[in-house]
């Protein structure tokens, strides 16, 4: 005989235990959008950056249009995080690298345990510069 009342009692004894790892799982998905999103933000951020320096724009102003540039929701930039490196040859400046480190905070529920809180992104990009060549 088989009763439904205790089948339904199964299925919620096998949910409640299935629905911490669903949980943790889209929790997951959604935490590792907004890292993926933040690192493509600061790798633009930083061409754009390196871009601006190769035209002729001073350190300042480089530093300036790579943190307004760097918009992602979670993503953090800070001015001493960003180096713009001249790249010489015979006394020329041929090249200007711009790098730049930023973090995004884990907000997620309980996915600090698991992952680096916050978690740190690098970019870096080398442009050519237009007045030597």
Do not use: H, W, Y
Not at 13 to 42: D, K, M, S
Not at 62 to 86: C, G, M, P, Y
Not at 103 to 132: Q, Y
């Amino acid at each position: 005989m088989c009763n439904s009342n205790n089948e339904r009692g199964v299925a919620i004894v096998e949910f409640a235990i299935i629905l911490p790892v669903l949980l943790l799982l889209v929790f997951g998905i959604i935490q590792f959008g907004f890292i993926f999103n933040g690192q493509i933000t600061l790798t633009s951020a930083v061409r754009e950056g390196a871009r601006f320096a190769v035209v002729g724009n001073n350190e300042g102003d480089v530093k300036d249009k790579v943190i307004k540039s760097s918009t992602a929701l979670l993503l953090k930039v800070l001015e001493d995080d960003i180096d713009v490196i001249e790249i010489k040859e015979d006394g020329n400046v041929i090249q200007k690298k711009v790098s730049a480190k930023g973090t995004v905070d884990i907000i997620m529920p309980f996915l600090d345990f698991f992952i680096k809180n916050p978690v740190e992104l690098t970019a870096e990009s080398i442009m050519r510069n237009e007045k030597t060549f």
